[in-house]
């Protein structure tokens, strides 16, 4: 069946470095892949999205990086701010969208 | 309302009632879907609407959990004679069109806790 594997599980940085979180997925039927933001106690929102016929996306500073081949796509998050930190899942769809384990973001100030 | 409303925000059951969880989604929105979120862990998916009908239901864990959506709009999520490790967050989301490779819309969720 579909698996989405995500990592790291936590991520520390300090206020303006960049993020880089990645996920690794394998159904190769996998055409829509995005990443969703929940704070805590919150609902999951999406931050970005990328379909399998676009290699890079990018909104402000977050970008989106998608190698289907390799079936591995990555989220990136520069100038992170402290209202950055939440928890990011990343997620695939083929027949059902699937998410990853999560990566807790922390931003230090 | 603006976006997709669960309620009840929390429940604690005994271990062996049965509960109902309620999902308002946006209004308009053809499919629906619930999950269940563990502690610290990702949504797993439990079952898919596309208007009344159930597409899919291969994520739901066993025959004590049942979803249903008569009329294309609110749906209820039912767990019955509840067990302990049925004790989660339950997520509903929906969306405008068919299928998820669309934005999915969700709500704040059920936390469920069995005791």
């Known amino acids: 069946g579909e698996n989405v594997e995500q990592h790291p599980s936590t991520l520390s940085v300090q206020e303006g470095d960049s993020a880089v979180i990645k996920c690794t997925y394998s159904d190769s039927a996998s055409n829509y892949f995005p990443w969703y933001k929940q704070e805590l106690g919150k609902r999951p929102q999406l931050i970005i999205d990328?379909?399998?016929?676009?290699g890079e996306k990018k909104d402000q500073r977050i970008a989106v990086t998608l190698n289907k081949t390799a079936k591995h796509f990555s989220l990136h998050i520069t100038e992170t701010q402290p209202e950055d930190s939440a928890v990011y899942f990343c997620a695939t769809y083929g027949n059902k969208l699937v998410f990853g384990a999560g990566t807790i973001l922390r931003v230090k100030s | 309302g603006a976006g997709v409303s669960q309620s009840p925000r929390y429940k604690v059951a005994k271990r062996g009632q049965d509960v109902a969880l309620r999902c308002d989604p946006i209004?308009?929105?053809?499919?629906l879907f619930w999950y269940q979120q563990a502690l610290g862990q990702g949504p797993e998916f439990l079952t898919y609407?596309?208007?009344?009908?159930?597409?899919?239901k291969s994520g739901l864990p066993s025959d004590r959990f049942f979803a249903e959506r008569p009329e294309g709009s609110v749906s209820t999520l039912k767990i019955q004679r509840t067990q302990q490790e049925d004790s989660a967050v339950y997520l509903c989301?929906?969306?405008?069109?068919?299928?998820?490779?669309?934005?999915?819309?969700f709500g704040q969720g059920t936390r469920l806790t069995v005791v």
């Open positions: 209004s308009g929105h053809v499919s």
């Open positions: 989301a929906s969306s405008p069109l068919r299928g998820l490779d669309t934005e999915a819309f």
């Open positions: 609407f596309q208007n009344e009908a159930q597409l899919d």
């Open positions: 990328i379909r399998s016929n676009v």
